[in-house]
């Protein structure tokens, strides 16, 4: 079974950093570009990230540029994505998927929160 | 900065015809930007009806289907059920390899 599983949020100040993880099962890792996308509450979707594979091409979304960071580890099927300088706008859901096509974001898992607050 | 815009909210009637739109504010959406639209119902995770523009995904049925209208990507649901009452994101590719989701359009049916 094709699984992703999101990790490592949590309540964090604004200003804080976060690393997210996302553990990768049941398909060869290594040959997917993958993605992460947020969801504040009750709001929409917002693209954060991508990277390929290998780590050739990256991409942020304007507003999480110069603070986030994405990263891979092929070997061990996990995706990252390292947060810094956090705002309270950043508070959202997380979601790792896999880019099965271009646009075509599957699985998702069922994501990690992230929370920033005094 | 580049903005997807998508209608708010959407109403339709049992059995009616709906199109949500997905259009560019830097320009006309084509093929190109390989739209998506996923659906998405509260407290669940988005799933994908249609890539590429026009291709419905495995297990979606045909009463969706994905077009370009004019300068926008477009959404069409015939014969309009009670389940498909929820939220609609279209996903567009920037070509830079980045991505932008459109705001949703929630859709009621009654």
């Known amino acids: 079974e094709v699984q992703l599983v999101e990790y490592g949020g949590g309540l964090v100040k604004p200003g804080g950093s976060l690393r997210l993880s996302c553990a990768a099962s049941g398909f060869s890792f290594s040959t997917y570009t993958m993605n992460w996308v947020r969801q504040a509450p009750g709001k929409g979707l917002e693209w954060v990230s991508s990277i390929s594979s290998p780590s050739t091409y990256i991409n942020y979304a304007d507003s999480v540029k110069g603070r986030f960071t994405i990263s891979r580890d092929n070997a061990k099927n996990s995706l990252f994505l390292h947060m810094n300088s956090l705002r309270a706008d950043d508070t959202a859901v997380y979601y790792c998927v896999r880019e099965i096509r271009r646009g075509w974001f599957d699985p998702w898992g069922q994501g990690t929160q992230v929370t920033v607050s005094s | 900065q580049t903005v997807v815009t998508q209608e708010p909210s959407f109403s339709v009637s049992p059995g009616g015809t709906v199109t949500l739109t997905c259009g560019l504010n830097?320009?006309?959406?084509?093929?190109?930007?390989?739209p998506t639209w996923y659906q998405q119902t509260p407290g669940q995770a988005p799933r994908i009806i249609v890539y590429?523009?026009?291709t419905r995904s495995s297990g979606v049925s045909d009463r969706f289907s994905g077009s370009i209208l004019g300068n926008k990507a477009a959404l069409t649901i015939t014969g309009a059920q009670a389940d498909d009452e929820c939220s609609y994101y279209c996903l567009l590719h920037m070509g830079s390899g980045a991505y932008v989701f459109g705001g949703g359009t929630r859709l009621t049916v009654l």
């Open positions: 830097s320009g006309a959406v084509s093929t190109s930007h390989y």
């Open positions: 590429s523009t026009d």
